[in-house]
């Protein structure tokens, strides 16, 4: 694997690690996510394929048909 890969992977982990650690305690609702997530792609638009992949993967979690 390339050192850009290993390094893209490292800081996707330690944005994932910092969202646990500030906010790991919190409880909201998936409406609550929605809402952040569709901010999100209001603002950085040129995320939005990655954004909608993982919304409906979340969707699709429990669906044996997916």
Known sequence: MPSSELNQMYFTDR??????????DEEVT?????DRLQEFT???PEFETPV???ATWLARLDDPED
């Open 52 to 54: 909608e992949r993982l």
């Open 42 to 44: 209001d603002t950085f």
């Open 30 to 34: 998936l409406a609550w996510v929605a």
């Open 15 to 24: 944005g994932i690690e910092e969202l646990e650690k500030r906010r790991g």
